[in-house]
Structures are given as structure tokens and as C-alpha cells.
């Protein structure tokens, strides 16, 4: 893995206060080194008796136009779940659409898997805690992603696409040189509980 220096990284606070959901991107590929960057760090994310139980799968561009085809798919069990939490919103609903059919031009895209089919919960978390060391690298390197759990409802397909058996699907995650630069969500207050200080 190349030093700090090498690749121009910022420090982690920096990179967990500057990491957005990036959903517009640039096609300037993406140089596989520093993919492998990427996906070492997540690969020393915390997990459950260590069993390390994460599986990435790296798609290039000439795959994903197949891979937005099933990911457009799978927006039909969310247009629900859209249309309650925006009811008076369609244009963020018709954003929401035009991301999953063109996962915002990004010339590659990681899908983070769990071994087992269906995978223990405790190690679904592990994989989770991969995917958010994953997003923290990737910033600090310049990337933008996206951390998508709706493609799941195309999972069956989207494995047979690219050969995965024996293993479930946690994510899709688009990444990219980011094309925009979205604004910070207010965070939530009286998410925090202290006891016996």
C-alpha cells in the first residue's frame, strides 16, 4: 500500500467530515491501484471472532451498463418507501430514479458481499464496518461513492451476473471522480446517551 504521502490521503477526521453520497461522476476511470488501495483498508475493518466473512466484487466499465439495468429494476419495491417519506417531493424521487439507471455515470462500481447465503447477521455487520472503511478511503483519496441497499432486491440477478454463489449481497457502491459536491445533512440532535458520568 502506497504511504500517505504518495497518494495525497487527508487525515481520518477530515475524511468522515467531508464524505458525502455522491451520485453524479466524472468518467475519468479510475486507476486500479488505487482501487486496491481502497479495498485493502476496508479489509481491516473490525469483525466478529475476526472471520473477516467480506467478499468484494469490482466492476469495470464495460459491465456496468448491466449492472444499472438490474439496479433500475430493482426501484419498483421502493417507489413506496419514496413516495411516503417524499410525498410532496417528486423531484427528488425522479433523482432517486435517474441514479439507479445510470448510477450517475460511474466508471466502476464494488459490490460487498457476506459469505453464507443467508449470511449470519453478526456477520452482515462485519461487512458493513468493511464497506464504511471503504467509503473513508475512498474520500480520502479523492473518490466519491455511494452506499446502495436497494439493488438488493435484484440480488439473485446481479449475482448471476457477475458469477457469486454462496454469499449475500450487502451493497452496491458506484465509485468515481465525483461531478458535484452535495451539501452536508444537518445531523440529527439527542442521538447520544450518557449514563453514570
Excluded at 471472532?49 to 449492472?67: A, I
Excluded at 439507471?101 to 453478526?122: F, M, N
Excluded at 456477520?123 to 464497506?131: G, K, M, P, R
Aim: net charge neutral; glycine share 8%.
Amino acid at each position: 500500500m502506497a504511504s500517505k504521502e504518495a497518494v495525497g490521503t487527508v487525515d481520518v477526521d477530515q475524511a468522515i467530515l467531508t464524505r458525502r453520497s455522491v451520485r453524479r461522476y466524472k468518467p475519468d476511470p479510475v486507476p486500479r491501484g488505487v482501487i486496491e488501495e481502497v479495498l485493502s483498508l476496508a479489509q481491516w475493518a473490525p469483525s466478529g471472532v475476526n472471520r473477516q466473512p467480506w467478499r468484494f466484487v469490482v466492476l469495470g466499465s464495460e459491465m456496468m451498463p448491466r449492472l444499472a439495468a438490474e439496479c433500475e429494476k430493482s426501484l419498483a419495491p421502493l417507489e413506496p418507501y419514496l413516495k411516503e417519506h417524499f410525498p410532496d417531493r417528486e423531484d427528488i424521487i425522479e433523482r432517486v430514479r435517474a441514479f439507479f439507471k445510470t448510477l450517475g455515470g460511474a466508471p466502476v462500481a464494488i459490490l460487498a458481499y457476506c459469505q453464507g447465503k443467508p449470511a449470519q447477521e453478526s456477520d452482515v455487520h462485519s461487512v458493513a464496518a468493511a464497506i464504511q472503511t471503504l467509503l473513508l478511503a475512498a474520500q480520502a483519496r479523492g473518490l466519491g461513492s455511494c452506499w446502495m441497499g436497494g439493488p438488493r432486491f435484484r440480488e439473485a440477478e446481479i449475482s448471476a451476473l457477475v458469477g457469486m454463489e454462496d454469499a449475500t449481497l450487502v451493497a452496491v457502491i458506484p465509485l468515481g471522480y465525483p461531478d458535484e459536491s452535495p451539501k452536508p445533512a444537518p445531523r440529527q440532535p439527542n442521538r447520544v446517551t450518557y449514563v453514570g458520568f
